[in-house]
């Protein structure tokens, strides 16, 4: 069982930025794909990006060349920078784990809003 431990959510205005961090309580050698998720009211959950073992990134269209995903040193943690964000960046960001199978953080709230 893997925990997934999420942190830097919070409220900030337009064009504003924040990170979020995401802590992986398992080995990096069962770890194929971290990234992260959102889901804002009434919508489904969709991909925001990813990053493999190996470095390669995925991103939505809506973030790109705004948002960058990276992992830390250890390889059990994964980073996402916002910058430049807008009112339709708000929702619940949910981190990401493929290790043997996929794992879910609890969720931490984005608020874009002047």
């Known amino acids: 069982q893997v925990q997934l431990v999420e942190s830097g959510g919070g409220l900030v205005q337009p064009g504003g930025s924040l990170r979020l961090s995401c802590a992986a309580s398992t080995s990096i050698f069962s770890i194929n794909v971290m990234g992260w998720y959102r889901q804002a009211p009434g919508k489904e959950r969709g991909l925001v990006a990813t990053i493999t073992t190996t470095g390669n990134t995925n991103y939505a269209a809506s973030v790109k060349g705004r948002f960058t995903v990276s992992r830390g040193s250890a390889g059990n943690t994964v980073y996402l920078q916002m910058n430049s964000l807008k009112p339709e960046d708000t929702a619940v960001y949910y981190c990401?784990?493929?290790?043997?199978?996929?794992?879910w953080g609890q969720g931490t709230q984005v608020t874009v809003s002047s």
């Open positions: 990401y784990v493929f290790s043997r199978g996929p794992y």
